[in-house]
């Protein structure tokens, strides 16, 4: 996107998923991403890449199926890797990484949903 009124700007969030089944992660991710796009008013055109990374104890699916099932996503480069395992790491949880284009005046906004919410006590007055 060469629209001088646009800058590139990377985007983090993340939920939890309350069990290691498809169903489940399908359904945690997808309210993930909805609050993403919702919140940053994001078209597909505007999204480049997403990145998924997950604790080793979701492994039902993987998160980027779910994302490549959007309408109109057929460009954005998707990527699914496992979390770096640290103990006391908050289990069964799903973050990302995304790279969006977004108006130079609008303030970007990084959902942290479900229990993930409390691994960014900054932002628990904005989700």
Known sequence: MNDPDQRLVGLRGATTCHDNTAQAIETATAALIDAL???????????????FSVTADLNACFPAAVARRREGWHSVALLDCQQMAVVGDLPRCIRLLAHVWLP????????????????????????
Not at 37 to 51: A, F, G, Y
Not at 113 to 124: I, K, S
């Open 37 to 51: 796009v919702e919140r940053n008013s994001l078209l597909p055109e505007q999204i480049v890449s997403l990145t």
């Open 104 to 127: 130079m005046d609008r303030a970007p906004t990084h959902p942290y949903l479900e229990e993930a919410r409390f691994l960014r006590p900054d932002r628990l007055s904005h989700n």
